[in-house]
Nanobody, 122 residues
Framework: QVQLVESGGVLVQTGGSLRLSCAASGRSFRVIFMGWYRQTPGNQRELVAT???????NYAEAVKGRFTITRDNAKNTVYLQMDSLKPEDTAVYYCKFSGYVPAWSMTLLESWGQGTQVTVSS
């Protein structure tokens, strides 16, 4: 199993910045990618950004140029730096892990964090 602990969600004004963190922990795992998704009431969860173990990144069009995803491999932590925030960025942000558990195996596992609320006021 892999546990994800998210932090950083708060209320921020339009144009402000925020950084989300997600730390993965477990007995033995090997990351394929980690990332952030978001969801608003009545809508499906959508991709925000992902980063592979090799630091390859992928962003939703809506956040390109404003959000930056990074990783600290030693800490198994992924960060989402969010700049120039807009009211439409308001959502619950979820961290996702995809990888092999245990690390030596080829058994794929996906885990989600509990979510952190980001609210951007206009």
């Amino acid at each position: 199993q892999v546990q994800l602990v998210e932090s950083g969600g708060v209320l921020v004004q339009t144009g402000g910045s925020l950084r989300l963190s997600c730390a993965a922990s477990g007995r033995s795992f090997r990351v394929i990618f980690m990332g952030w998704y978001r969801q608003t009431p009545g809508n499906q969860r959508e991709l925000v950004a992902t980063i592979t173990s090799g630091a390859r990144t992928n962003y939703a069009e809506a956040v390109k140029g404003r959000f930056t995803i990074t990783r600290d491999n030693a800490k198994n932590t992924v960060y989402l730096q969010m700049d120039s925030l807009k009211p439409e960025d308001t959502a619950v942000y979820y961290c996702k892990f995809s990888g092999y558990v245990p690390a030596w195996s080829m058994t794929l596992l996906e885990s989600w964090g509990q979510g952190t609320q980001v609210t951007v006021s206009s």
